[in-house]
């Protein structure tokens, strides 16, 4: 494969929870050491269940959240170090999409000057050039330009979806995180925002960090693919491996619990036993391109 | 079952007891919420003693005003324009408003999606299963507590005794829909409808969820009007499928029959959709 353009050392993200005046407070270990590298131009997969940690890790690489330690490099240079001006900056280049299509969208705006505010923000062009570079992104994730004049609640989920990504999409950003971003979707409504996501990708060069539970859509979209359980990645490689030969008996329990479509598939469902692993195994090499923490 | 609804209210069952008749019956369902399209559009299937139905279909279908048109649940606007409802033998949509205050629960109860809304936050879960009993008149006070603690046994809840004084948000998200399927069972109704039971649920425990449903229904020979839009979760679970499309059934059959040749364009779209088919 080619470069990283995304790499992340040893990220640590940890929450303090304060409980009350004479009891220590508790640590929740959200991110706890998570080491991986997006190539150019991939679909990485990044899955695992709530509370896995998987949300806060995309969220730390964008500095959406600061995290406790660790590097994430970005092009070769340590964003974790960056002043905000320069995260600011930085920020153009690397973009998030979010879960839930009703929540991120301000509903008093119009979808156009959402759209457009990114542009506003970091002073990209006098106003027609913004407007004819909405009318642009509107058309490069099939909504009508002339929709722009409307409010969120006018459109579906999959549209406003597709507004979500016409705002990530306004400053050229080489990577994506999408986190989530289908999955509140409908099945038929996700699998057309997932071909948007694949075709934009291949026409604007895009990588994605792609964030998700879902693992029969990951298998499907993802070249790697990195398992997280409890804060650590616990399994990482190259998806039709990973998937042939999962071996931590996380990632074994968790892909015997997808249900299939086959009515009369075997099926044997691996319960999780936490005594059958070291929480703090380190990640070593099982085979080619793929790494468990066994 | 040893203790259909009926006999708990003290009436003889039906003259031809419901062995080869199906338990629901639901004939040519139509409702409407004032719109140009009504919701439901001439709905019609049945449900066997012990046999699990999927009702499969995406947002907006209808599959969900179905349940609660069966159960007489549907807010204003909504209102059934045409159709039959019959259960164990008797017209639901016939019924006296307190008469279907008891097939609600004891003949026919609801696992809803989100168990947080549903559960009463400010009452321990063990007072909201014996609640159940107690309105229906199952048990007196004493029975009822020592019946949520079996219930909450039955599914699977470690350490019931000192769980039942657990209020909803000292629970996981597994846990308070177990509480709820508790709930749904705690009068041992011959039909259960599961609105979406798992999509709230993150894999692993939607898996054992799933495997509690499946146990419970063999255990109480359990009939289950499974509502879903997961086909995966159908092919695991149901013995025949009906697919919702815009307020219509647009195909029907056994589980194997519809996953392997699906008929209706509508199907076959929906099926290639998930992301394990393409």
Same mark, same amino acid.
């Given at each position: 494969?080619?470069?990283?353009?995304?790499?992340?050392?040893?990220?640590?993200?940890?929450?303090?929870?304060?409980?009350? %005046?004479?009891?220590?407070?508790?640590?929740?270990?959200?991110?706890?050491?998570?080491?991986?590298? =997006?190539?150019?131009?991939?679909?990485?997969?990044?899955?695992?269940?709530?509370?896995?940690?998987?949300?806060?890790?995309?969220?730390?690489?964008?500095? %959406?959240?600061?995290?406790?330690?660790?590097?994430?490099?970005?092009?070769?240079?340590?964003?974790?170090?960056?002043?905000?001006?320069?995260?600011?900056?930085?920020?153009?280049?690397?973009?998030?999409?979010?879960?839930?299509?009703?929540?991120?969208?301000?509903?008093?705006?119009?979808?156009?000057?959402?759209?457009?505010?990114?542009?506003?923000?970091?002073?990209?062009?006098?106003?027609?050039?913004?407007?004819?570079? =909405?009318?642009?992104?509107?058309?490069?994730?099939?909504?009508?330009?002339?929709?722009?004049?409307?409010?969120?609640?006018?459109?579906?989920?999959?549209?406003?979806?597709?507004?979500?990504?016409?705002?990530?999409?306004?400053?050229?950003?080489?990577?994506?995180?999408?986190?989530?971003?289908?999955?509140?979707?409908?099945?038929?409504?996700?699998?057309?925002?997932?071909?948007?996501?694949?075709? %934009?990708?291949?026409?604007?060069?895009?990588?994605?960090?792609? =964030?998700?539970?879902?693992?029969?859509?990951?298998?499907?979209?993802?070249?790697?693919?990195?398992?997280?359980?409890?804060?650590?990645?616990?399994?990482?490689?190259?998806?039709?491996?990973?998937?042939?030969?999962?071996?931590?008996?996380?990632?074994?329990? %968790?892909?015997?619990?997808?249900?299939?479509?086959?009515?009369?598939?075997?099926?044997?469902?691996?319960?999780?036993?936490?005594?059958?692993?070291?929480?703090?195994?380190?990640?070593?090499?099982?085979?080619?391109?793929?790494?468990?923490?066994? | 079952?040893?203790?259909?609804?009926?006999?708990?209210?003290?009436?003889?069952?039906?003259?031809?007891?419901?062995?080869?008749?199906?338990?629901?019956?639901?004939?040519?369902?139509?409702?409407?919420? $004032?719109?140009?399209?009504?919701?439901? *559009?001439?709905?019609?299937?049945?449900?066997?003693?012990?046999?699990?139905?999927?009702?499969?279909?995406?947002?907006?279908?209808?599959?969900?005003?179905?349940?609660?048109?069966?159960?007489?649940?549907?807010?204003?606007?909504?209102?059934?324009?045409?159709?039959?409802?019959?259960? *164990?033998?008797? *017209?639901?949509?016939?019924?006296?408003?307190?008469?279907?205050?008891?097939?609600?629960?004891?003949?026919?109860?609801?696992?809803?999606?989100?168990?947080?809304?549903?559960?009463?936050?400010?009452?321990?879960?063990?007072?909201?299963?014996?609640?159940?009993?107690?309105?229906?008149?199952?048990?007196?006070?004493?029975?009822?507590?020592?019946?949520?603690?079996?219930?909450?046994?039955?599914?699977?809840? $470690?350490?019931?005794?000192?769980?039942?004084?657990?209020?909803?948000?000292?629970?996981?998200?597994?846990?308070?829909?177990?509480?709820?399927?508790?709930?749904?069972?705690?009068?041992?109704?011959?039909?259960?409808?599961?609105?979406?039971?798992?999509?709230?649920?993150?894999?692993?425990?939607?898996?054992?969820?799933?495997?509690?449903?499946?146990?419970?229904?063999?255990?109480?020979?359990?009939?289950?009007?499974?509502?879903?839009?997961?086909?995966?979760?159908?092919?695991?679970?149901?013995?025949?499928?009906?697919?919702?499309?815009?307020?219509?059934?647009?195909?029907? $059959?056994?589980?194997?029959?519809?996953?392997?040749?699906?008929?209706?364009?509508?199907?076959?779209?929906?099926?290639?959709?998930?992301?394990?088919?393409?």
């Amino acid at each position: 494969m080619g470069t990283p353009l995304l790499e992340v050392r040893h990220l640590v993200k940890h929450f303090v929870r304060k409980q009350g %005046l004479f009891r220590a407070p508790s640590v929740v270990k959200a991110v706890d050491n998570v080491t991986f590298a =997006v190539d150019e131009g991939e679909m990485f997969g990044l899955v695992g269940e709530s509370g896995s940690g998987k949300s806060t890790a995309g969220r730390c690489i964008l500095r %959406l959240i600061e995290p406790t330690s660790g590097e994430v490099f970005f092009r070769g240079e340590n964003v974790l170090q960056f002043s905000s001006e320069r995260m600011r900056m930085t920020r153009r280049d690397m973009q998030i999409v979010f879960q839930d299509p009703y929540s991120s969208l301000n509903p008093r705006m119009r979808v156009g000057d959402i759209v457009e505010e990114p542009l506003i923000i970091h002073r990209l062009g006098a106003k027609p050039e913004r407007r004819a570079r =909405v009318a642009e992104l509107f058309e490069l994730v099939g909504l009508e330009p002339a929709h722009a004049l409307r409010y969120p609640h006018e459109f579906s989920g999959g549209q406003r979806q597709r507004i979500g990504i016409a705002r990530a999409l306004a400053l050229n950003p080489a990577l994506v995180i999408a986190d989530e971003a289908v999955s509140a979707l409908d099945v038929s409504i996700q699998a057309q925002v997932v071909k948007l996501l694949l075709d %934009l990708k291949a026409r604007l060069k895009l990588t994605y960090l792609f =964030v998700a539970h879902d693992l029969r859509l990951v298998e499907h979209i993802c070249t790697r693919v990195a398992v997280m359980y409890m804060g650590k990645i616990v399994e990482l490689g190259e998806t039709s491996a990973l998937f042939a030969r999962p071996t931590h008996p996380y990632t074994q329990a %968790l892909l015997s619990a997808i249900p299939m479509l086959d009515p009369d598939a075997p099926r044997q469902r691996i319960e999780l036993d936490p005594t059958s692993f070291e929480r703090e195994a380190p990640l070593r090499e099982i085979g080619a391109q793929h790494w468990a923490a066994v | 079952m040893n203790e259909p609804f009926d006999e708990a209210r003290g009436k003889p069952l039906n003259q031809t007891p419901a062995r080869d008749k199906p338990l629901l019956d639901v004939q040519h369902l139509s409702v409407t919420f $004032g719109g140009p399209t009504p919701a439901v *559009d001439d709905v019609s299937f049945s449900i066997a003693r012990g046999e699990t139905l999927g009702l499969v279909g995406e947002s907006g279908s209808g599959k969900s005003v179905t349940a609660f048109s069966i159960l007489r649940l549907l807010q204003s606007p909504g209102r059934i324009t045409a159709g039959r409802v019959v259960f *164990d033998g008797r *017209d639901l949509l016939a019924l006296a408003e307190d008469e279907m205050r008891e097939v609600r629960g004891a003949g026919i109860s609801l696992i809803f999606q989100e168990p947080m809304t549903a559960l009463n936050p400010v009452m321990r879960v063990g007072d909201q299963i014996a609640e159940a009993l107690l309105v229906h008149g199952k048990a007196s006070r004493a029975e009822a507590r020592a019946r949520a603690v079996e219930l909450l046994e039955a599914v699977k809840i $470690g350490d019931p005794t000192r769980r039942v004084r657990d209020y909803p948000h000292q629970l996981s998200g597994g846990m308070r829909q177990r509480v709820m399927i508790a709930i749904a069972l705690a009068c041992r109704p011959p039909l259960v409808i599961a609105d979406e039971p798992t999509t709230a649920l993150d894999v692993t425990i939607q898996a054992q969820v799933l495997e509690l449903l499946r146990e419970l229904k063999a255990r109480y020979n359990l009939a289950l009007l499974l509502i879903t839009h997961d086909f995966g979760v159908i092919a695991e679970m149901a013995d025949r499928v009906a697919v919702m499309y815009q307020g219509r059934l647009v195909e029907h $059959g056994s589980v194997r029959e519809v996953l392997r040749r699906p008929s209706h364009n509508y199907t076959r779209n929906l099926l290639a959709a998930v992301p394990g088919a393409w």
